[in-house]
């Protein structure tokens, strides 16, 4: 049923090619993006982790701001990790420009330095469906404050670890490094496809 | 050995989020700032790059505390340092400085000679050096959570990375050829568990994320080991022994990221001034090679 879905993934650094696998895994077909052309005719968007930082500067380099911006404003987009740091709006580093596709403040690095990375079992409620996910939480970024659109979907330790607001889902785990595919068909059937469904068609 | 290990799946993560980020050797908190300006995904902190290493002798050692503590401030991108191997005091004092990744690393000179750390036994991930897929495997089976090649440090000179990566390339393909039987013996060959090997047989790659090190000067140099299959590169002396390290940190950034571009490379190689002087590894005599360590 995703056959016909064009998902990208932001491939300026990080574990990008997790996610391609993820999605060839289910299906849809993923692509690369690493300039502002590779974003032309997709569904949707994935902003990996990896360093903020680093994918900050290259968005820049590649001058990709400009229309990464405009495409997650009315696309659909996910960003784990350091995707939910360059969606947020509102970051405790002045040197990353955040994309802004989320009412949601954003500590980088917030539970603390890789020695206090850690893995834990979530018990999600996705819908009306409990499920369980694994998830990694590694040098991972911390909500601390929610503007009033931002649905907060889970908690984990009293902080808000999956949001989302109109077409944005943001995450501050991986599941994808378990190869776990739950999330990412949340994405897709919650956010890609009732997005695709609002964009003009040209009939098929 | 348990690779099922929560902790063991949480330092592999990390080695996977340093995937397609340029890893840059810096000595001060200017040079980890400049770094990260240019891209870096991390940065090494180390007392003296390998050339320098190289030319002056004595015995190298893990860097000063304080070295390693300003340029944890310096920077807000993950910070790695050098353990010598076999050293796992230096290793434990690393951890308790909460640096993000060490790597036990044949730039220093070694603590022991018949015994790597056993790297289960710590919470912050292990990246080691390899010339060939025995060693990769032997040091995946004490813990590591990154792989790089060793290449020859501090020559200027790619060619060691190349033949090593090329090398655990080959045999990597050898592997997935093979049958049972044969898998049981290229393990014992190896010196390398049997349970690995069948792994990286089935997946065709390391289980881990395999970056390359060891002569990478130039924004060609960082494309070239990309294309023989490395997932991302460390960069020791070439940077900062460069005669403008700026420009050189972010062209080698941008030569990693669009390395299948041959116009994209030929435009951040141009104007960088001069690349390290550098020395060709194969005029280094044998004992004075690092990468046999």
């Avoid at chain 1, 330790?157 to 995450?171: A, E, K, Y």
């Avoid at chain 2, 050098?82 to 004092?93: L, Q, S, V, W």
């Avoid at chain 2, 022994?241 to 940190?249: D, L, T, V, Y």
Wanted: with cysteine.
């Amino acid at each position: 049923m995703y056959e016909r879905l064009k998902i990208g993934v932001l491939a300026l650094q990080g574990d990008f090619e997790r996610h391609l696998y993820q999605l060839t895994a289910l299906g849809a077909s993923g692509r690369e993006v690493r300039l502002s052309k590779d974003l032309s005719g997709l569904d949707g968007l994935i902003i990996p982790g990896g360093e903020s930082t680093t994918m900050n500067n290259l968005i820049d380099r590649f001058s990709l701001r400009q229309e990464l911006s405009a495409f997650v404003k009315h696309k659909a987009v996910w960003g784990t990790c350091a995707g939910m740091i360059m969606l947020a709006t509102r970051i405790n580093d002045s040197t990353i420009e955040p994309l802004g596709a989320i009412d949601i403040t954003v500590t980088r690095n917030g539970y603390g330095r890789q020695v206090f990375s850690f893995f834990t079992d979530l018990n999600l409620t996705l819908g009306d469906k409990n499920v369980i996910v694994p998830a990694s939480f590694i040098r991972a970024p911390l909500v601390n404050k929610t503007g009033d659109a931002v649905a907060v979907l889970a908690k984990y330790d009293n902080h808000p670890i999956l949001l989302s607001q109109g077409n944005c889902l943001v995450s501050s785990f991986h599941t994808e490094l378990h190869s776990d595919k739950t999330l990412l068909k949340y994405f897709i059937d919650k956010f890609v496809l009732p997005a695709q469904a609002l964009q003009p068609t040209n009939g098929i | 050995m348990d690779f099922t290990d929560k902790t063991y799946k949480i330092k592999v993560g990390l080695a996977e989020m340093l995937k397609g980020g340029v890893i840059m050797d810096v000595i001060n908190p200017d040079q980890a700032k400049l770094a990260e300006q240019s891209g870096a995904a991390a940065v090494m902190a180390l007392e003296r790059v390998p050339s320098d290493i190289r030319a002056d002798g004595g015995v190298a050692r893990m860097a000063a505390p304080e070295i390693i503590e300003e340029i944890k401030k310096a920077v807000t991108i993950p910070v790695m340092a050098k353990c010598r191997i076999g050293h796992f005091a230096e290793a434990e004092i690393l951890q308790a400085l909460e640096v993000d990744f060490i790597d036990e690393s044949e730039v220093l000179t070694p603590a022991d000679y018949k015994y790597h750390v056993d790297k289960w036994k710590f919470k912050v991930p292990f990246v080691c050096g390899c010339r060939n897929l025995g060693e990769a495997l032997r040091r995946i089976a004490e813990g590591a959570a990154m792989i790089r090649t060793k290449g020859e440090a501090g020559t200027g000179d790619v060619s060691e990375a190349v033949r090593h990566l090329r090398e655990i390339n080959r045999a990597i393909k050898t592997l997935t050829t093979m049958s049972d039987e044969e898998l049981n013996g290229a393990a014992k060959e190896m010196s390398a568990p049997l349970s690995i090997v069948k792994v990286v047989a089935k997946l065709g790659k390391l289980p881990v994320p395999n970056f390359a090190a060891g002569g990478i000067a130039t924004p060609a140099d960082a494309a070239l080991v990309m294309k023989l299959g490395a997932e991302s590169v460390f960069v020791g002396s070439g940077i900062f022994k460069a005669s403008n390290p700026e420009k050189r940190g972010r062209a080698i950034v941008t030569a990693v990221t669009q390395f299948s571009d041959p116009k994209a490379l030929a435009d951040c190689s141009r104007g960088l001034g001069e690349a390290m002087k550098g020395q060709p590894a194969a005029e280094i005599p044998d004992d004075k090679l690092l990468q046999i360590r």
